[in-house]
């Protein structure tokens, strides 16, 4: 099993910036691929950036070119959010799995409990 618990969320304005942080425990040496993924109310859930062991990454289009994915060996996933907007507004997860060496195919089986991003003025 593997845990993952999110941190690093809160209310910011627009135009600023957040650092998301994704702790990995438990059976969590041999992770690939990890990812962020965020829901906003009435919303389905979809896919903000993700990355595999070998260093590919995967961006939503609404955030390309602001946000940026890094990751620790699978202990570790970050997500640096700039430019912050107000349709930024969203619960964010980490999601982890064991595939995706080479390139993304998730979303995988583990979760984190999501933290809130609220960008508001």
């Known amino acids: 099993q593997v845990q993952l618990v999110e941190s690093g969320g809160g209310l910011v304005q627009p135009g600023g910036s957040l650092r998301l942080s994704c702790a990995a425990s438990?059976?969590?040496?041999?992770?690939?691929?990890m990812g962020w993924y965020r829901q906003a109310p009435g919303k389905q859930r979809e896919l903000v950036a993700a990355i595999t062991r070998g260093g590919t990454t995967k961006y939503a289009d609404s955030v390309l070119g602001r946000f940026t994915i890094s990751r620790d060996s699978a202990k570790t996933v970050y997500l640096e959010m700039n430019a912050l907007k107000l349709e930024d507004t969203a619960v964010y997860y980490c999601?982890?799995?064991?595939?995706?060496?080479?390139?993304?195919?998730?979303?995988?089986?583990?979760w984190g409990q999501g933290t809130q991003v609220t960008v508001s003025s």
């Open positions: 999601n982890a799995g064991y595939s995706g060496l080479n390139s993304y195919t998730g979303p995988y089986a583990y």
């Open positions: 438990g059976s969590s040496y041999s992770i690939n691929a």
